[in-house]
């Protein structure tokens, strides 16, 4: 088929080895299309081999600026593994393919069903083959199982590590299930990169996933989907990926899997309140954790040189001053430091100044007297003078006069930065 082209973009990226590193991007109106040649030796496998050459020949999606992220859990059934003995035993016959879709109805009954956002992949049939060896013919086929397979899908892009497989022998008898389903939670939304940006990190091997084999790869679909990169944690957070999937020289198909979150980003998913958030020194805080889902560590830093772990936790700012207060958290997938500027202000303190008032300050003895404290600037300390030679120490006091006159009575008070003293001559008078 000829493809008439608008625009051709021929990009030499590198010679490597002697080999031409030749990428290719066509424009057409609003599709576009990529060629490129990854040579062997750039994407690492999981044993610390190379794989072959990869070979990017797919459309190149457009991409939204942000996509939400997604906190999953596992609920009843959601993360659940069977099989049986028979599995892999050889069967007489097996269901027909048209009462497949029935029987994982029935089965995923007690889990509430097939999920709404579920994508069924097809129905399949294992089986194990008898060979001649010294002709190389298949000589007889027996039968194991027809399986059926789901994906999951979130507004439309696929997840990666999220699944379900069952597989059924004779008579409808379930032989095997696997179902790794989460219920999730959207919990805020973070920028991602362009597809042709994680062309280039393809290139240069950033993938988050590897494989084993040494096979030759042509990457014919490119998507923007999420990654459960821990599938068996009974949390995780869902990362948004480019998927780049194709089939392989050996007949197989393969994804590789790119970060596409833009670099430097994070979801602010800490956060944090503080009360009192102002007054005079020295001024107590209680700091209050207020993060998005589960947080399993916390460090405190509140911008006076000291720092603390914890969830909730207070502190004494014992200066004047505005205070930058940063808390960082860290859950299973990820961590996150939310920094609020000045957010503490402490004003300078004052040296007290001494009152107070009395009830009743004249009757008959013997007299009750109380008295109350109404110095400004936070006093921490008291000394009560009755006039009668008796004292107190307390903030309010109550005294008993037994002898009758008119009785001075004293007030001084402290705090960090100083003291005052009120006389009252004659106040209290007793008849």
């Known amino acids: 088929m000829k493809i008439k082209l608008s625009l051709i973009i021929i990009i030499v990226l590198a010679l490597l080895g002697g080999t031409l590193f030749l990428s290719v991007?066509?424009?057409?109106?609003?599709?576009?299309?990529v060629f490129r040649i990854i040579p062997a030796g750039v994407v690492q496998s999981n044993m610390q081999t190379t794989l072959g050459n990869i070979t990017l020949n797919a459309p190149l999606p457009s991409a939204p600026a942000t996509v939400p992220l997604y906190r999953g859990y596992y609920d009843l059934g959601g993360n659940i593994s069977i099989s049986t003995p028979n599995w892999s035993k050889t069967k007489a016959n097996l269901p027909n393919e048209s009462e497949i879709p029935l029987l994982a109805q029935q089965v995923l009954a007690p889990f509430g069903g097939i999920p709404p956002d579920a994508i069924p992949l097809g129905i399949?049939?294992?089986?194990?083959?008898?060979?001649?060896?010294?002709?190389?013919?298949?000589?007889?086929?027996y039968l194991e199982s027809r399986n059926i397979a789901y994906d999951r899908q979130i507004n439309g892009m696929p997840v990666i590590g999220q699944s379900i497989l069952l597989a059924f022998g004779e008579n409808g008898e379930l032989l095997f299930i696997k179902r790794q389903w989460r219920t999730l939670t959207p919990i805020g939304d973070v920028p991602v990169?362009?597809?042709?940006?994680?062309?280039?990190?393809?290139?240069?091997?950033?993938?988050?996933?590897?494989?084993?084999?040494?096979?030759?790869?042509?990457?014919?679909?490119?998507?923007?989907?999420?990654?459960?990169?821990?599938?068996?944690?009974?949390?995780?957070?869902l990362e948004p990926v480019w998927i780049f999937s194709g089939p392989t020289n050996h007949n197989s198909n393969i994804s590789f899997l790119v970060n596409a979150r833009v670099s430097g980003s994070s979801f602010n998913f800490g956060n944090f309140t503080a009360s009192p958030a102002s007054g005079t020194a020295p001024l107590m805080v209680s700091f209050n954790d207020t993060s998005t889902g589960p947080v399993f560590y916390w460090h405190w830093d509140f911008g006076d040189g000291t720092n603390e772990t914890g969830q909730n936790v207070t502190h004494i700012y014992p200066y004047a001053g505005n205070y930058t207060v940063q808390l960082y958290v860290l859950n299973e997938a990820l961590d996150n430091t939310i920094t609020k500027t000045d957010f503490i202000r402490v004003s300078p303190g004052q040296i007290p100044v001494a009152n107070?008032?009395?009830?009743?300050?004249?009757?008959?003895?013997?007299?009750?007297?109380?008295?109350?404290?109404?110095?400004?600037?936070?006093?921490?300390?008291?000394l009560w003078d009755f006039g009668d030679g008796t004292n107190a120490t307390m903030q309010n006091a109550t005294h008993m006069y037994n002898v009758s006159g008119a009785y001075n009575v004293t007030l001084r008070v402290w705090n960090d930065l100083g003291s005052d003293t009120m006389e009252k001559p004659g106040y209290v008078l007793v008849t």
């Open 193 to 237: 990169i362009s597809a042709s940006q994680a062309v280039e990190e393809l290139q240069r091997g950033e993938t988050l996933n590897h494989y084993q084999d040494s096979v030759d790869v042509t990457i014919t679909n490119i998507t923007l989907g999420y990654y459960a990169a821990y599938p068996d944690r009974e949390e995780e957070t």
């Open 356 to 382: 107070f008032t009395a009830t009743p300050t004249t009757g008959p003895a013997p007299l009750n007297v109380t008295f109350t404290d109404t110095s400004d600037a936070s006093p921490t300390q008291w």
């Open 124 to 141: 399949t049939t294992s089986s194990g083959k008898a060979i001649n060896f010294s002709t190389g013919e298949i000589v007889a086929v």
């Open 25 to 33: 991007m066509y424009l057409n109106g609003n599709d576009s299309r």
